[in-house]
């Protein structure tokens, strides 16, 4: 079964964070897509893959230079038909954990959970939306979190992460506009993959129920369904696992 059937056959596609739960359920899935031809597989440490499609490359969100070289290499022999960007930080060790109350706020956490989750994707997208294909459908989506939905928060908590995807989803929605000036066909979105158990979920999965919380390759499964599914009058949008559209 093909997820990319909207796409052109013999797509060249990138994943950036390949080495994440999501990014490497992507490059697999993609991988063993019939009408894929190569995947251009990026992360910080560049890994081995059993698939001969997938061609593995260095990228650093927090080193610009790293990202142009990467957009370059994806694009040296075909424009790219779909870019995922599949990174993010939610906690790290000691240093990095998300605010259950505003006393929590730390300018270092606020610095840096900003760099990865929306400095870094800017640059990816300054960078590979030039490479994409022009002349028929072709898609940027770049994984936020519900939580990063202002109309959506109920909760409070989690600021620097729900600041910095609020801030991925205005980056997207400008994106959109831009590049529907010169590639009208393109696709380009956020999207929620719902709860996915992967390192980044890790310590906040313990009350999740089973049913809601997804393995990586069913996330990447219907996240590809959905990417599939839409077409250039719904770009700019902000896209659940379901393919129900979510209130910036
Ligand atoms: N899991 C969930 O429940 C969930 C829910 C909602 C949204 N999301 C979003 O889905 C996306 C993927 O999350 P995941 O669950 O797959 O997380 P993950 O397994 O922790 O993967 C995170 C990825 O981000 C990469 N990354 C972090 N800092 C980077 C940097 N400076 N440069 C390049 N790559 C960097 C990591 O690379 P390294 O291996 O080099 O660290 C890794 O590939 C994130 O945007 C996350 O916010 C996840």
């Known amino acids: ?51 001969d499609k997938v061609v593995s490359h260095r990228l650093d969100l927090t080193d610009e230079e790293s990202i142009e070289a990467a957009a370059a290499a994806a694009s040296s022999d075909a ?22 109350a505003m006393r929590e706020i730390r300018a270092e956490t606020l610095a840096e959970v900003l760099a990865v989750n929306a400095v870094g994707p800017s640059l990816v997208a300054k960078h590979f939306l030039p490479k994409l294909r022009r002349d028929c459908k072709a898609v940027f989506a770049a994984l936020s979190a519900r939580v990063g939905s202002i109309g959506d928060n109920r909760l409070g908590g989690w600021t620097a992460y729900r600041m910095s995807k ?46 809601k919380l997804f393995r990586p390759r069913m996330a990447a499964t219907r996240l590809l369904g959905v990417l599939d599914a839409l077409w250039p009058d719904q770009t700019g949008g902000f896209f659940a696992y379901d393919g129900t559209r979510i209130d910036y």
């Open 1 to 51: 079964m093909s997820l990319t059937s909207s796409l052109r056959p013999d797509s060249n596609v990138a994943v950036i964070g390949a080495s994440g739960g999501i990014g490497a359920a992507f490059v697999e899935l993609l991988a063993s897509d019939a009408r894929v031809r190569r995947v251009h597989a990026f992360c910080r440490v560049p890994g081995e893959w059993e698939q």
């Open 79 to 100: 424009p790219l038909d779909l870019v995922i960007v599949a990174t993010g930080i939610l906690h790290r060790g000691e240093c990095i954990r998300p605010e259950k």
């Open 166 to 211: 609020a801030a991925l989803n205005m980056l997207v929605r400008t994106m959109a506009i831009e590049q529907a000036r010169t590639a009208p066909e393109s696709v380009v979105v956020a999207l929620h993959p719902g709860t996915v158990s992967t390192e980044l979920s890790r310590p906040f999965t313990a009350r999740v129920p089973p049913a």
